[in-house]
């Protein structure tokens, strides 16, 4: 739920589960990106995050349009500001611009310890005092493996509920939206 998605029926528990994730996607996020950067590379970086890993993203290359991050960062970028403008403006390692356009984030090691205070602990590296570069990857990689994990979960109830023709169709789709995204 890091991206705009349509509520049904929020109560206390969703609204507070829903904070945290907002949070934890930011904080992963900063973990990411550089120093500097634009209210674009956040997005995109955030929205990035449930797709690394993802099978459908790493078939070969033919699962998904190749686009697909930034279409829906593009199509989406008011309600994104909505979503996050609360949680960016009370990350203690991060300074903004006035219409929160342009980034800057604390560098220092106690900014960096504040960083990964919030991320959570199913992606939070294991080693400690890790550089810049080292943090950022290694929570991408430790995304992946979750992520990874899922999807082909997913992909595995999709084949047993639709079954194995409509499967083959559906795929068959994808690859060909992919394809033609990419001509």
Not at 48 to 73: H, T
């Amino acid at each position: 739920m890091q991206k705009p998605v349509l509520t049904l029926k929020s109560n206390t528990e969703v609204a507070e589960a829903s904070e945290a994730n907002l949070s934890h996607a930011l904080h992963c996020s900063l973990a990411v990106l550089p120093q500097k950067f634009t209210q674009d590379e956040l997005f995109t970086t955030i929205c990035s995050l449930s797709y690394l890993g993802d099978m459908r993203m790493s078939m070969f290359g033919l699962g998904e349009d190749p686009n697909k991050v930034k279409n829906i960062v593009n199509n989406n970028r008011d309600r994104f500001q909505a979503l996050y403008r609360h949680t960016i403006q009370s990350c203690g390692v991060l300074q903004a611009n006035c219409d929160l356009t342009s980034f800057e984030q604390d560098m220092s090691s106690s900014g960096r310890r504040l960083l990964v205070d919030g991320i959570p602990d199913a992606v939070k590296p294991r080693q400690q005092n890790l550089n810049t570069i080292e943090l950022g990857k290694q929570v991408q990689h430790n995304i992946s493996r979750l992520v990874n994990k899922s999807s082909w979960a997913q992909a595995c109830k999709g084949i047993v509920s639709a079954g194995v023709m409509k499967s083959v169709v559906y795929t068959a789709h994808k690859i060909s939206k992919a394809i033609r995204a990419r001509v």
